[in-house]
Nanobody
Framework: QVQFVESGGGLVQPGGSLRLSCADS????????MGWYRQAPGKQREQVAS???????YYADSVKGRFIISRDSNKNTLYLQMNSLKPENTAVYYC????????????WGQGTQVTVSS
């Protein structure tokens, strides 16, 4: 059973940065493609970035050039560096398997709240 734990969210001003982390007890290194997702108030959850075993990355157009996904297999941790944050980036952020591969996300962690506001 995969259980992800997201952290690193918080309140940040527009233009600021945050680094989100996603950890578990060893599943991340065994999953070929991992992704970050977000769900804003009143919106459906959407995938914003992913990284596959080869190191290739995917970004939603809305975050391209501002967000960077990375993966540290030794630490079994997934990261999302979020730069130039905008109020519309406010959401609960989750990590999970990349929806483009295999079964995709199955179960979700609690997520971490990112609030971008002055």
């Amino acid at each position: 059973q995969v259980q992800f734990v997201e952290s690193g969210g918080g309140l940040v001003q527009p233009g600021g940065s945050l680094r989100l982390s996603c950890a578990d007890s060893g599943s991340i290194v065994r999953i070929y493609a991992m992704g970050w997702y977000r769900q804003a108030p009143g919106k459906q959850r959407e995938q914003v970035a992913s990284i596959v075993g080869s190191g290739a990355t995917y970004y939603a157009d809305s975050v391209k050039g501002r967000f960077i996904i990375s993966r540290d297999s030794n630490k079994n941790t997934l990261y999302l560096q979020m730069n130039s944050l905008k109020p519309e980036n406010t959401a609960v952020y989750y990590c999970n398997a990349d929806s483009r591969y295999g079964l995709g996300p199955v179960s979700w962690g609690q997520g971490t709240q990112v609030t971008v506001s002055s």
